[in-house]
């Protein structure tokens, strides 16, 4: 819910390895970047492989740069939910990043301005963007 003026990076600090969460939800937010993040997980009890691991909604110049959105890594796609939703959104990018070990890779409704450039997308069940 928060509309910033000038653009928020959300940055992986070290050359280590990039910074790795289990899930990521944007809201009626504008002007943000995720670069250089880990975004995955495995699916929890009872959640279906149509699950969103990371969902932007709502939201205005949502930006994704050399991410890695991923199911469980355990070899198979098959018990693994979806990379990322993105619904009711304006000039969302995606690019440089990697979808692996999902059902679907990117899923894109009913939204506008979508740029999605130079991303990998394997071990993936279904669609890798629809």
Do not use: C, K
Request: glycine letters at 12%.
């Amino acid at each position: 819910g928060r509309d910033w003026s000038a653009a928020v990076t959300l940055l992986s600090a070290g050359a280590a390895g990039s910074a790795s969460m289990d899930g990521l939800h944007v809201r009626n937010s504008s002007n943000l970047t995720f670069q250089a993040l880990d975004l995955g997980r495995a699916l929890n009890p009872g959640e279906g492989e149509y699950t969103s691991l990371n969902t932007v909604r709502g939201s205005d110049r949502i930006r994704f740069l050399g991410v890695e959105f991923h199911g469980s890594r355990d070899g198979t796609p098959w018990n693994d939910g979806v990379g990322l939703l993105a619904s009711g959104t304006t000039n969302l990018r995606v690019e440089n990043s990697d979808f692996s070990e999902l059902t679907r890779g990117l899923s894109i409704e009913r939204s506008s301005n979508a740029t999605v450039n130079r991303n990998a997308f394997h071990d993936i069940r279904v669609d890798g963007i629809t």
